[in-house]
């Protein structure tokens, strides 16, 4: 299959994620959902600059307003586009992971590049399966980064390296993939979702020295019931958590360390027993 800049059916999205791991989404956000995240962010970054961590390669983030905004964000996180993508490439076991905002400003675009990387940390070092040659999309874990404003060619970018999600290093994909080794850089329009198996090597380009515009992006990463957690530390409200709703409660039931100690703390209903909440300090 030849690899294409982007995908608009659900036959393209899932054949092209299935053969580079990742796809390229256009307008997956709509005009008024770019609205209502833009004036979240500007919101957030002037009234409340405490809760954005200090520039990681020169984003700030934001990882606090699922539990600020439950009802609101559980509607990106389980977003009515990507949502059922993201339950066939992770074979109907989606587990909420991780959900976060990045902004990088002018200012900081051309010193905001990172190195190539996977997302898989923790779990990987410990022997988990990093990807599953069972999933016939490969993928323990799914990401979709969404850019909230344009990303044009002088912006930060982020950068796909085409099927490498088997390979124990970058030189040894560089190595065995031989001619079709790419680095790809996805630029697009505010409202493009890329959807990408969080194994496969990619990275951040930082921006040329003229970019005039920054980069703003919302983040989600999804496990799988059959994978571990993430993180050590993402957290979710108790609205989401522990919700009425069966699926909603078992979505968010990927609990990390971090968010047992979170609900033995601030919930009004006690954890459940299943949780081991005897071992967190
Ligand atoms: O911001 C980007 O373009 C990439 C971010 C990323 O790969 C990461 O945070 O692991
Ligand atoms: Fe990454």
New binding site residues.
């Given amino acids: 299959m030849k690899r294409t800049e982007t995908q608009t059916t659900r036959e393209e999205i899932l054949a092209h994620y299935q053969a580079f791991g990742y796809a390229v989404i256009p307008d997956a956000l709509s005009a008024e959902e770019l609205d209502e995240l833009n004036r979240l962010v500007d919101r957030e970054l002037a009234a409340d600059p405490g809760s954005w961590h200090k520039p990681i390669e020169g984003?700030v983030g934001n990882g606090s307003l699922l539990l600020k905004y439950p009802r609101e964000m559980d509607r990106f996180v389980r977003h009515r586009k990507l949502f059922p993508l993201i339950q066939e490439v992770l074979r109907g076991e989606a587990r909420f992971a991780q959900f976060d905002f990045?902004d990088i400003t002018v200012e900081r675009a051309s010193g905001s590049a990172?190195g190539f990387?996977r997302?898989i940390s923790w779990y990987g070092t410990v022997g988990g399966k990093i990807w599953d040659p069972e999933n016939p999309y490969k993928s323990t874990y799914a990401c979709v980064?969404y850019y909230l404003k344009d990303v044009h060619d002088c912006c930060?970018?982020?950068?796909m390296v085409p099927n490498s999600h088997e390979y124990g290093t970058l030189d040894e994909a560089k190595e065995k993939l031989g001619a079709a080794y790419e680095e790809v850089p996805i630029r697009g329009k505010a409202g493009t979702a890329i959807l990408y198996n969080i194994t496969t090597y990619?990275?951040?380009k930082g921006g040329k020295p003229e970019c005039a515009h920054g980069?703003r992006?919302m983040?989600n990463y999804h496990s799988r019931e059959s994978s571990a957690p993430l993180t050590n530390w993402a957290t979710v409200p108790e609205e989401l958590a522990l919700s009425a709703d069966k699926d909603t409660r078992l979505f968010y039931s990927q609990w990390t360390p971090n968010q047992i100690k979170y609900a033995r703390d601030h919930y009004k209903q006690p954890v459940p027993s299943y949780y081991p909440v005897k071992s967190i300090k």
């Fill in positions: 984003a990045r990172m990387h997302d980064i930060p970018a982020f950068c990619h990275t951040r980069r992006t983040h």
